[in-house]
């Protein structure tokens, strides 16, 4: 059975008043649809966590640079809705791009400092973009708790930062990437993928396990751990590296030495797919000698 | 009576969901402190509309430039005080800055464009500070309607829009401009003026009567009110004018004629203090010939 689709704000609002006022809490994964097994472990822990489950599907076009792949993102959206009537989803928000950007919005929310290293560097305006929409759709929507994948390690840094700040009444929860067996990570960007990039796509992870067996081991410069990840990936057949990092997980910057909790992070193109990847290693403590 | 004071988002919070269950509506009158009679009338108008009123008493020092008068701004808290319990505020929200700012704070809003003229061209990160603010005193005390006055009628225009860009479930309600007998719109920053600056302070009102005097006398040239009231201002001892703008009330831009709903504003500085003042006018229709 496919879930209730609300189109606009006050159906959405509507609807989540209905269900708070059966006393259910709510929980709302925001999307750009062409769903998967990772966003559906987000509905899954959606149901298991709050009463009423909103599922917003929505390819933003703020968070899309002017030569990226907004036109050809994947919109499956019958698709879409199975997986989430098959989920139990109660309600799925699906605006018009005009309903979420009316002729004169000017609005947007700047997570400075984090939102310009690695993804943002590379993508100007992503974050703004992306910071600007998840706010937009905690005040449509007005959840308990919103879930987000660690796939997008950056994004997720940045929507916490802004909750933070703003003092957003919304609960942030992450939820573990998904991957396939061979360890891509499960992103709508998989399906650009040929058969030989996709093969080779799976040097990102590798990459990023190969940076914390480093770590494991005993290595603490993050250079050398930058260097390794490059490597890897570099030899990989068809992969152009866009960045291989290793930052402090909550600051996002480059450290001298590798201590607490980090992010190692990696974005690679293959023709004109680009894949992003990250883990968080927890460094052990050395003592010193 | 002294009304209840709150100084964390916690202890708003509670006080605000209590009243909530109570099923009182709240309103939200935002305040740099120093109370005036504006303000009460603010206060008065949240007291009729809704059920359970808050005020916040915050000098915001985002909102100030690096050279402004944010350490001498006036902090007369004992007098606000008596003023919320006079006029019977049920909450004041009275946070440190290391509450509202605390280390490795970084997220802002930007209203682009609104931001950027008449007083943003003058105080630049000005209205950054205002809608970052507006937009987390939101957030933390949830009103069902926040009052402004018109005496900021740049701010009011951006807050609406931020409101409307954002989907932030707040009604905006905006409260006519409070004047001395003699004109001069009620500021906290009046009390900077000494005797003769303050003779001089009227003028803000007169320029802006001058040029909807000339509107209602059929002027349709935007420039020619300026240059009027501008001149009125410059009769004025001791007035040093920021600007005197003739703008379309939506956009804020410089219409090329005059029509629709048009905002006179002003911006006089006296020595080291500087005034703002405008009014609303709506250009009636001329019959071509």
Redesign the interface.
């Known amino acids: 059975m496919n879930p209730t689709v609300a189109a606009t704000?006050e159906e959405t609002?509507q609807a989540v008043a209905a269900a708070r006022r059966r006393g259910l809490s709510v929980g709302l994964v925001p999307t750009m649809g062409a769903l998967h097994e990772g966003h559906a472990s987000l509905i899954r822990a959606a149901r298991r966590q709050t009463g009423f489950v909103v599922v917003s599907i929505f390819v933003n076009p703020t968070q899309f640079g002017p030569h990226e792949d907004l036109t050809r993102y994947p919109r499956p959206l019958q698709q879409d809705l199975e997986v989430c009537g098959r989920e139990g989803v109660d309600l799925v928000f699906h605006p018009e791009p005009a309903t979420v950007y009316p002729p004169?919005?000017?609005?947007?929310?700047?997570?400075?400092?984090?939102q310009d290293v690695m993804e943002g560097a590379f993508r100007a305006g992503h974050f703004r973009g992306v910071?600007?929409v998840v706010?937009?759709l905690f005040?449509?929507v007005?959840p308990d708790v919103a879930f987000f994948g660690q796939k997008d390690g950056q994004q997720v840094r940045i929507v916490r930062?802004?909750v933070a700040?703003?003092?957003?009444?919304v609960e942030v929860r992450v939820c573990p990437t998904v991957r396939a067996a061979d360890g891509l990570a499960l992103s709508s960007r998989n399906a650009y993928l040929d058969p030989e990039q996709r093969r080779g796509a799976t040097a990102l992870h590798a990459a990023l396990e190969l940076g914390r067996s480093l770590i494991e081991g005993g290595e603490r410069d993050p250079e050398r751990v930058r260097g390794a990840m490059a490597a890897r990936i570099g030899a990989a057949p068809g992969a152009v590296l866009d960045y291989a990092e290793v930052v402090a997980a909550d600051s996002l910057r480059r450290p001298d030495r590798l201590r607490g909790r980090v992010m190692l992070a990696v974005a690679v193109r293959f023709g004109s797919t680009r894949l992003i990847d990250n883990v968080l290693v927890d460094v052990p403590d050395t003592h010193s000698v």
Not at 104 to 114: D, K, M, N, R, S
Not at 165 to 169: G, H, N, Q, R, S
């Open positions: 704000v609002r004169g919005f000017c609005t947007y929310v700047e997570v400075t400092g984090l910071a600007t706010l937009k005040n449509i007005q930062q802004m700040d703003l003092d957003v009444p």
